[in-house]
């Protein structure tokens, strides 16, 4: 498998892992089709590479991931692509089933026909709410969401065509996940832009559900490790090991943010907002499967990768400012023209 197609490779943990296995010398080609969480910025290093190559274009197209797949001689797909956010969901099912369901099919028929390894990168949040204890693999499936139900339903699909026709499937399902490059929509950027603009950090509720949080770079490594070693018609958790409710993490972010920029009394900007429909409480995860088969645990310590992930959006301003202008549409015209 040293030549791997990357599906949604250009979005915020698709370019990490894509990073990952370039600088591991691993031929990686990168599909997709550039919606509004997709950003060639975030692989703008990996240009001068001989082994990488990115090509715009959308997973349901199968005529296209074909051409892709015979091109490059690929060996394994690994998906990405996939529409994410929950209150885009809500407001707007249709393109979550479309993409997440529909464009997953078609992966897995290509990798049906050329014998290929599918590796789908899959989410928590399709157990639903984990009132207590922690959910194993095996735990029902019990999404409340259009996006959660999406991802539930294109795993069970990936299940069944390693159960019907032997295709070489592996899931991973992972926790919440942030570090940089992540799209501002998101729970930490819009807590860490808020405070940049001295907006107000919108907090749904009372704040006080629960997640597990894993930083990207250790998801990125776990994902490569499945990649490799996973066993086929096999789910693996991936978990950062850190629970936290969501108004506990809004008061940490904004303590690293005062220490950083010597501002205080920013907690002031907390706003309790009318929750969201059929807000989960908790997500837990149970990892023993993927430490005992795998060998994997999460590296990067909480609150060091959690101040990381701050001063990068200090430092990263620019990139800010064309994830809001949409320059980077632009920038991918100049660069690589269509294909």
């Not at 936290?244 to 303590?255: D, F, G, M, S, Y």
């Not at 101040?307 to 980077?328: P, Q």
């Amino acid at each position: 498998m040293k030549r791997v197609l990357i599906t949604g490779g250009a979005g915020f943990i698709g370019s990490h892992f894509t990073r990952l296995l370039v600088k591991e010398g691993i031929y990686t080609v990168v599909l997709d089709k550039l919606t509004y969480a997709g950003n060639l910025l975030n692989l703008k290093d990996l240009e001068s590479y001989e082994n990488f190559v990115f090509v715009k274009g959308d997973i349901a197209d199968r005529e296209k991931v074909e051409e892709i797949v015979k091109e490059y001689k690929i060996k394994a797909i690994v998906n990405f692509a996939a529409e994410t956010h929950v209150d885009r969901s809500i407001l707007n099912p249709e393109p979550f089933y479309e993409t997440n369901i529909k464009g997953t099919i078609v992966l897995l028929e290509v990798a049906k026909k050329y014998g290929l390894r599918l590796l789908q990168v899959s989410t928590d949040e399709v157990y639903g709410p984990v009132l207590t204890g922690y959910a194993d693999e095996n735990y029902p499936l019990n999404p409340t969401s259009p996006y959660s139900s999406s991802k539930a339903a294109a795993d069970l699909i990936a299940l069944s065509y390693f159960k019907t026709f032997g295709v070489d499937v592996v899931i991973t399902r992972s926790s919440n996940n942030f570090g940089p490059n992540q799209y501002p929509e998101k729970f930490i950027p819009v807590i860490i832009l808020s405070l940049m603009e001295k907006q107000k950090i919108p907090v749904y509720g009372n704040g006080r559900q629960k997640r597990d949080w894993i930083y990207v770079r250790d998801n990125a490594i776990a994902i490569r490790e499945v990649l490799f070693k996973g066993r086929s018609g096999e789910i693996y958790n991936i978990a950062g090991n850190k629970e936290i409710e969501n108004i506990e993490l809004v008061n940490k972010v904004i303590k690293i943010y005062e220490n950083l920029t010597g501002e205080e009394w920013l907690s002031t900007l907390i706003a309790f907002v009318k929750d969201r429909p059929a807000h989960d409480i908790r997500y837990a995860l149970s990892t023993d499967k993927i430490e005992k088969e795998i060998g994997f645990k999460p590296t990067y310590p909480f609150d060091i990768a959690l101040s990381e992930t701050v001063k990068w959006y200090l430092d990263n301003l620019d990139w800010i400012n064309t994830i809001k202008t949409r320059d980077f549409e632009e920038y991918y015209r100049k660069n690589y023209g269509e294909r």
